[in-house]
């Protein structure tokens, strides 16, 4: 295979055709993440599934009365069909005590079981071959012809275009109807103008890559940029971005590189962008909140042992002596050598300082483990003396938040309880300046 | 209608018999994706399945082996499981989580389909079936022929269905409705969960030579929403979604023929069973919209009758003379007032005499109750405290829906008062016998 001669290829006469296939993808991928971001917030990203099956009968139909097989009336009548089944699909829901997923699968297959119907009607009646109606089933992306795509630029064009003029309207209807209408927004005529450019984006991807991919790339890119931000503009950015550039590297790995159908790789793309953005976003990626958990348990872990050292140190009343392992080892579930292990990092980190067989920690644990220990107390102390809570219960509770109580809500903690010298099981709270320590 | 029934020939019997076997099926099964909102469920399997299938056919060569149920199977099982996984991770919400996860397999199998050169999946019939050809593919054992090999293959399928839901009534009803009293009873609602979508797949897997995998999705659900729409018992709505997947597959017959033959007679089923649901949602007797816009319409009527009789009665307060139909103008509009008035003469509750009307005997003991039991009404309000500018609204809707027993109550409660808070007269009626 010789990429430098397909590169080229792409640049000259004979490459127009694959030069339309890849603006055609990009701006689809576009249009449907733009498109779809609205449709994922609402809950309606289904919905778009219930359209694309809806479409067939529109097809047939607008075919039987017309006899032509004109794109752009095929595209009416997929508009109107699709229209009508979104609307059968709110309809249904409104009226009826059945659930919106149950009126999506029964709208998606009852339609398309007709469109079946019509289209079988057709090639029975001989009306010529119907390549153009099943490729709007299956999509032709990598056939796409350069009045397909001038049909397309001009629909993607238009839906960006109402997108950015009713940018204000949409983001109001998408997260509070209530309070759009209260500001006097019309939001039925919102509702099915947005609904109409959904069934739109839908109608002209079908062409391109076929009905259940078109669902992917409206619920995917949206999908995906919802892992990055919090905020709607960003986040129509992103997705129209994952979506172009799934149309992008879709069409180029199907053209170029592996004789694939595009829309298909197009999707695979996507996907992949959506797995990337599962795991390695910020804030709300995978691997993050592992990381969060994990270092949380990490810091549980640490103080517990400091912890430990520093009770054995308090019962003897010296906290310099190097304390032997046996006296803390009763403090911990885990296996000896893993607590070996562990004191053999604390030591590396400067918090305690191990030798074989026994332990003591430095001024720098000493002073974490008196932390911990303090608000561990000072929460005993609280749940005993302000909740009524009995001195037996307060023991578990006060485990668990020493790791994480910040020390500006220890302080206020103290403040409250009037900087109480003991806890209720009559040990002494450790104060911050280090005045417990005897050394 | 008879003569289509007498002119059947075997193979056509038996297109019916399996179509009404796979919708059957599905029907039962449905009823519970359909209560337990896992509508789509149907729709993400069908499509999830072909890389499954692709990877089958790979293997053996043949799109007719037992090989074929297994990978389908497996995937079927592990599409709830990755939608369930995604949606779990709380980063995608539950629809958007369907609609990746079975598309991306989708796509996966398309891809698998087109680059793999010795795989030949038409994927067109995978998708809507041809039942057409179902009676000729037999079943020979020995060299005796025991009929179409997808009739016993559905029927299996059927009475796997029928058996797991016989079977796990009380566990799949419990889980249904609500599975955390299903869990507090140890009914165990993710094993079930995963017991039914494993059968769905199955049904799913079994049915594309048959009836092709978008039809199927239709066949979960119309006919149970359909049923659903027309019962609040269980047990009814899964025997009628049978009887309805029956009606499906002859009506969808019947109907291909209709049009010549030629078409799709799984797509004509899918329409049948639109058909079906849409006869269901208009005139089921309990949920159905006409039904429900007559008993809305004639309450409406009611109401307005019964503000009538009030309205007159005021005007007269409580002698019943003869009021001027002018009069009556001035509260409602004319043409209004001229239709009512004609509509109670009918029924003897007015009497019209030149330009004015009277209420009748009967008709006046009718406005007394009204008056009664919005006065009555307006006075429980006044001793509960609220003040008496906000009576009367309150009052107006519901003198209409106020029984005798209720104001025997009032009245005794308020020790028969003679007036209301505004100091109109309570009108007295005296009991029969």
Known sequence: MDWKNEILLFFTNEGMNRRMVLIGSILLGCASGIIGTFALLRRQSLLGDAMAHAALPGVCLMFLITGLKDPFLFLIGACISGFTGALCVIGITRYSRLKNDTAIGLVLSVFFGVGIVLLTYIQQSGAGNQAGLNTFLFGKAASLLQEDVRVMVTMCGLIIFFIVLFYKEFKILSFDPNFGASLGFSIKFLDVFLTSLVVLTVMVGLQAVGVVLMVAMIIIPPAAARQWTEKLERMIIISAFIGALSGALGAILSTLIIKMPTGPVMVLVAAFFLGLSLFFAPNRGLLFSWYRRWSQKRKTRIENILKAIYKVGENSQNYERFIPLNEIKGYFSAPLWLLRLRLRILHLTALVEYHPQEVRLTSVGFEQAKNTVRKHRLWEAYLSNAMDIPHDHVHRDAEEVEHIFSPELTSRLEEYLDSPEHDPHGKSIPNVNGNNCNS | MLSFFSQLQSHEIWIMVIGALVCSSCGLIGCFLILRKLALMGDAISHAVLPGIVLAVMMTGSLSSWAVFIGAGIIGVLTPFLIDTLQRSGRVQEDASIGAVFTVLFAIGVIMVTSIPHVHIDVECVLYGEIVWTPYDRLIIGGSDFGPQAFWVTGTIFLLNLAFVTFFYKELKVCSFDSQLAAAMGFRPKLMHYLLMAVVSITTISSF????????????????????????????????????????????????????????????????????????????????LVFRFLRRSRLRSRLQKEHFYIDIYRITEGENTWVPILDLQKINQRKKTFDLIQEMMLAGMLEKEEESVRLSEKGFLHAQKLIRAHRLWESYMHKLGLPEDHLHRSADDVEHFISPQLCQEMAKDLDYPRQDPHGKPIPLIEEKG
Do not use: H, Q, R
């Not at chain 2, 078409?263 to 004509?268: A, I």
């Open chain 2, 209 to 288: 030579e048959s009836v092709g995998a978008i039809i199927v999705v239709g066949m979960f659900i119309a006919p149970g929403a359909a049923a659903y729409l027309l019962t609040d018992n269980l047990a009814t709505m899964l025997a009628l979604s049978v009887v309805g997947g029956i009606l499906c597959s002859v009506g969808g017959y019947g109907l291909a023929i209709l049009l010549g033959g030629g078409v799709s007679v799984s797509g004509s089923m899918a329409t049948v069973a639109g058909i079906l649901f849409v006869l269901s949602l208009f005139f089921s007797p309990k949920y159905g």
